[in-house]
């Protein structure tokens, strides 16, 4: 399978919490672990912003209090990986957005793989079948060897070990969105996205009206 570009962090470093969730939605994820390296294309995700005196306040975001060792990576540059664990159990991947200083991340919450599915299959051996290999945040982390170690991660650059790439564009008609999952606050946010034809993505979609003012699907894209 060829190679794709680089997703170009640009697009990311200017984005609201839709633009950001939009244009990852479709892209690849590329990551060198042990054993080799595993792709997938990203199918769901989930937006969150950041403290209350931010542009976009939101109370389920792990910055909302503000900037601590633990999510400094959301405060920084667009397109490094923020690393935290979920539940104390499953290591969970976020790509950093906006402009330095104003907290962001999109949570990968599905995949389908690509790309070294035997390896990623080696790593979910409880998965029954390929769309359940990086179904969830934490089953996503588990196939693509995502840990702290990768905490920081530059994903838009060509020697990172984590890689982002751009993938084609999903049709505006095939993209679902509704609230946001297992958040115990601002949980009618309509701020998660999936692929409506990837069977990888997490069953819960109960809709909701977009309750911001920017676009439901910006012009962009993750292609250009």
Do not use: K
């Given at each position: 399978?060829?190679?794709?570009?680089?997703?170009?962090?640009?697009?990311?470093?200017?984005?609201?919490?839709?633009?950001?969730?939009?244009r990852l939605l479709g892209s690849y994820?590329?990551?060198d672990g042990?054993?080799?390296?595993?792709?997938?294309?990203?199918v769901e995700v989930e937006a969150y912003g950041g403290?209350?005196?931010?542009?976009?306040?939101?109370?389920?975001s792990h910055g909302y209090r503000g900037r601590s060792d633990r999510n400094t990576v959301m405060f920084g540059d667009a397109g490094h990986l923020y690393?935290?664990?979920?539940?104390?159990?499953?290591?969970?991947?976020?790509i950093s957005y906006g402009p330095v200083g104003q907290c962001g991340g999109v949570l990968m919450r599905a995949g389908e793989i690509v790309a070294g599915d035997q390896l990623a299959r080696s790593r979910r051996l409880t998965a029954r079948t390929d769309p359940q290999l990086a179904c969830g945040p934490g089953n996503l982390g588990s196939a693509m060897a995502i840990d702290q170690n990768f905490n920081g991660?530059?994903?838009?650059?060509?020697?990172?070990?984590?890689?982002?790439?751009?993938?084609p564009?999903?049709?505006a008609a095939a993209v679902g969105h509704g609230p946001r999952v297992g958040v115990s606050t601002a949980q009618d946010r309509p701020w998660r996205f999936w692929d409506e034809r990837s069977p990888a993505v997490s069953k819960y979609r109960r809709a909701a009206p977009l309750r911001v003012s920017e676009p439901l699907v910006d012009g962009g894209g993750s292609t250009t």
């Open positions: 399978m060829p190679t794709p570009d680089l997703f170009d962090a640009l697009r990311l470093a200017d984005a609201t919490p839709v633009q950001a969730a939009r994820l590329e990551v042990p054993g080799g390296t595993v792709r997938m294309r990203i403290p209350p005196d931010s542009r976009f306040p939101d109370p389920a690393v935290y664990r979920s539940y104390g159990i499953h290591w969970c991947g976020n991660a530059a994903v838009c650059t060509a020697n990172s070990p984590v890689r982002l790439l751009r993938g564009r999903i049709p």
